[in-house]
């Protein structure tokens, strides 16, 4: 079964970066994409970004297409996901996913294994 594990989280001030990092601990003919979902406390949870394992074509929600980067190191088995320009609204609880395909890839009913999530929390 696959295990994610997600790092890099933190406080940063208002314009900063973070650089969060998920670790996949078996990358199997099942894991086709990897996604990053955000949820902030009230909030439902809600597509970040999301990439293929094998040709590394990347997707992103609208709103952060420019200011999030995604990418993927497939010798290391790692998902990365560069934040920069934050804002306040960015703040909440950033989870990586592992989905089949890249079916409905916005929808967090389309992964079939989550990690623990990481805070990022960003000040005004």
């Known amino acids: 079964q696959v295990q994610l594990v997600e790092s890099g989280g933190g406080l940063v001030q208002a314009g900063g970066s973070l650089r969060l990092s998920c670790a996949v601990s078996?990358?199997?003919?099942?894991?086709?994409?990897m996604g990053w979902f955000r949820q902030a406390p009230g909030k439902e949870r809600e597509f970040v970004a999301a990439?293929?394992?094998?040709?590394?074509?990347?997707y992103y929600a609208d709103s952060l297409k420019g200011r999030f980067t995604i990418s993927r190191d497939k010798a290391k088995s790692t998902v990365l996901l560069q934040m920069n320009s934050l804002n306040p609204e960015d703040t909440a609880v950033y989870y990586c996913?592992?989905?089949?395909?890249?079916?409905?890839?916005?929808?967090?009913?389309?992964?079939?294994?989550w990690g623990q999530g990481t805070q990022v929390t960003v000040s005004s």
């Open positions: 996913a592992a989905g089949r395909s890249r079916y409905a890839l916005r929808y967090s009913h389309s992964y079939h294994a």
């Open positions: 078996e990358r199997t003919v099942n894991t086709y994409i």
């Open positions: 990439i293929t394992w094998s040709d590394g074509s990347s």
